[in-house]
Nanobody, 124 residues
Framework: QVQLIESGGGLVQAGGSLRLSCAAS????????VAWFRQAPGKEREFVAS????????NYAGSVKGRFSISRDKAKNTWYLQMNSLRTEETAIYSC?????????????????WGQGTQVTVSS
């Protein structure tokens, strides 16, 4: 059974950095894209970043481009989100996910696998 487990969330000051990890088990992600989404209090879930497993093609939400970086380690079956220059409005539950490569990267309804989420709180 496929399982995705996030780690690395916590409390950070505005302007600081965190690295989130998504450790996956149960299958290979060849032919998939893997991603991070977030949901802030009172807001809809939004796409943050994705990367194709095989060739490493990335996509980012405009609001995070240049500050966040997604990567994956095929040998560890793990992907990461490096978050720099964090802003208070980016306080949210961050979830990792995976979808077949043909789906639009930002469409959360088409993602097949999800982690439970990890809380990121950015203080002023």
């Amino acid at each position: 059974q496929v399982q995705l487990i996030e780690s690395g969330g916590g409390l950070v000051q505005a302007g600081g950095s965190l690295r989130l990890s998504c450790a996956a088990s149960g299958r290979t992600f060849n032919g998939y894209r893997v991603a991070w989404f977030r949901q802030a209090p009172g807001k809809e879930r939004e796409f943050v970043a994705s990367i194709t497993w095989t060739d490493g093609t990335t996509n980012y939400a405009g609001s995070v481009k240049g500050r966040f970086s997604i990567s994956r380690d095929k040998a560890k079956n793990t992907w990461y989100l490096q978050m720099n220059s964090l802003r208070t409005e980016e306080t949210a539950i961050y979830s990792c996910a995976a979808a077949i490569i043909g789906v639009h990267y930002s469409d959360y309804t088409r993602y097949d696998y999800w982690g439970q989420g990890t809380q990121v709180t950015v203080s002023s």
